[in-house]
């Protein structure tokens, strides 16, 4: 049983559905569907449209048992997207898993790395105990935004990195960024990764939320309302179920037509991809964001 033509099949249906080519599939999963229609009104919405779009398919995993054959797969995704006078191109990385069964699928599904979590209690009364204004630092965005290219696709060995590795990759961002660690070694405080250790803030979501809504040294940042207000190099936060529960988080890279950001992100792995995340596959009409200015401490 080969799967790859039926991967291969599938990733061209996803392609032509979003320049429009195709209308509607039949064959293709009602989640991957809803996340194509989802992006396709996002596009219209801001007067943008995908003119050419690539697609390349890697098998990560196979496993057969009697007649069933279960495999893990990667697609790698090129938009070229034309907003008005601006022309770029949007990347994104999605893994999902497909059972077959004589040859014809059964189940489709996207794989999602389980999110760490802490005691929230615990790490928010560490951020209000901080003294004094810190290490002094200007913060380097073009440095923070050449790394965010850099590797929004892989993995640095200097670090340590997870199987969620949506903030751990931004903390590395601001880091190349110039921003300071501080708080080593109590993994409740500060924000830092070394000696195969770090803290919550650093690669957890929800706390490092917490860290730049309230931490008076070290890395700092400002909550500004709108996202247009975002400069390269700040920071989005994401709760998608809005149960007060911060899942992801991304870095402003570029910006479109309309001066609204674009975002890096890991997990999955997102290049220029629209801040507003309605094409993601954990997307809910509840979704809420945080928008963070990061700032200097000179």
């Known amino acids: ?26 064959d293709m999963p009602d989640d991957l569907l809803a996340m194509i229609q989802r992006k396709k009104n996002v596009l219209k919405a801001r007067e943008a449209e995908v003119v050419k779009c690539n697609a390349h398919v890697a098998l990560i995993r196979e496993l057969t048992i009697d007649q069933k054959k279960e495999s893990d797969y990667a697609v790698h995704l090129q938009y070229l997207i034309k907003q008005r006078d601006l022309i770029y191109m949007e990347e994104e990385c999605l893994e999902r898993r497909i059972i077959l069964e004589a040859n014809q699928a059964v189940d489709s599904l996207f794989i999602h790395a389980p999110e760490a979590e802490e005691p929230i209690e ?40 997870f199987q969620d590795n949506c903030t751990n990759f931004i903390s590395q961002c601001l880091h190349a960024g110039e921003s300071p660690m501080i708080g080593y070694p109590n993994v409740r405080s500060g924000w830092w990764q070394q000696n195969k250790q770090w803290s919550w803030s650093w690669a957890v979501a929800h706390s490092f939320q917490w860290y730049l809504s309230g931490t008076p040294a070290g890395l700092r940042a400002k909550r500004v309302e709108r996202p247009e207000e975002l400069l390269l190099g700040d920071v989005i936060a994401y709760d998608f179920e809005d149960d007060g529960r ?19 992100a890991h997990s999955a792995d997102s290049r220029h991809r629209y801040w507003s995340y309605e094409d993601s596959s954990k997307y ?15």
Do not use: C
């Open 1 to 26: 049983m080969n799967v790859k033509p039926i991967l291969e099949a599938i990733t061209q249906q996803h392609l032509e559905l979003i320049t429009g080519n195709r209308i509607a599939s039949k």
């Open 122 to 161: 615990s790490l928010e009364r560490e951020v209000t105990k901080g003294k004094g204004s810190g290490v002094p630092y200007k913060y380097n965005r073009l440095e923070a935004v050449k790394y965010a290219e850099a590797w929004w696709n892989r993995r640095n060995p200097a670090y340590r990195n």
């Open 246 to 264: 911060w899942n992801h988080t991304t870095i402003v890279t570029a910006k479109d037509a309309n001066g609204m950001p674009l975002v890096n």
């Open 284 to 298: 809910t009409p509840q979704m809420k964001y945080k928008f963070f200015h990061i700032l200097d401490n000179t």
